[in-house]
């Protein structure tokens, strides 16, 4: 799989881009890699995804574990090989566990899920995958996590199919070559295999 796009240069960037390079190299452990190297070529745009991302990932109500495991599941449903990538180690130091996410590797529900992580996983599967929210999941959801918590975590739902389209559509690569950490599967076998159990 061949990247197409050239990775962008910080050098490269108009004046009035290069503030904007800056606050990204402040919390990216890609640099200007990753999804940023596709949404800097359209600098406005970039600005406003950077801004909500950073509300998502480093301000949200949602805590650090759950949000990165939310992230995970994102880049599971979608094949999104970058995206499991740069996530896999920051969720490790989060809290999730390496069980956890070897089944959700492998495209499984995960059998030793905290309650919280069920719940999320729950919610999030169904959002995704259904597009819907039964009733009792919802209400679950609202009662354990809060409403501010569920719509952050909805939000982020939603944001990381969008990262996981850009990433996927740009063929962004794992760095340095490395092993793809994501057996890539047909949409309707994720679907079937995810939903299970």
């Known amino acids: 799989m061949t990247e197409r796009l050239p990775q962008i240069s910080y050098d490269a960037l108009p004046d009035s881009v290069k503030p904007l390079a800056d606050d990204i190299l402040k919390v990216s452990s890609a640099a200007l890699g990753g999804p940023y190297n596709a949404l800097l070529r359209s600098p406005d745009m970039a600005r406003r995804c950077f801004d909500h991302l950073d509300y998502l990932r480093f301000k949200t ?35 999730l566990s390496d069980a956890v996410m070897k089944d959700l590797r492998e495209c499984k529900r995960p059998t030793s899920m905290q309650d ?3 719940l999320v996983y729950d919610y999030c599967i169904q959002l995704s995958l259904n597009h819907r929210v039964p009733d009792a999941l919802w209400q679950e959801a609202i009662e354990k996590m809060g409403e501010q ?49």
């Open 149 to 197: 918590a569920v719509i952050d975590l909805t939000v982020l739902s939603g944001t990381y199919v969008m990262v996981s389209m850009l990433l996927n559509a740009t063929q962004v690569g794992i760095p340095g070559g490395g092993q793809l950490p994501l057996e890539v599967l047909e949409p309707m076998d994720i679907r079937s295999r995810l939903l299970a159990g």
């Open 116 to 118: 919280d992580e069920r």
């Open 61 to 95: 109500s949602v805590n650090k574990r759950l949000n990165e495991f939310a992230i995970l599941i994102q880049a599971r449903i979608s094949n999104a090989q970058y995206e499991w990538w740069a996530h896999e180690t920051i969720a490790r130091k989060a809290g």
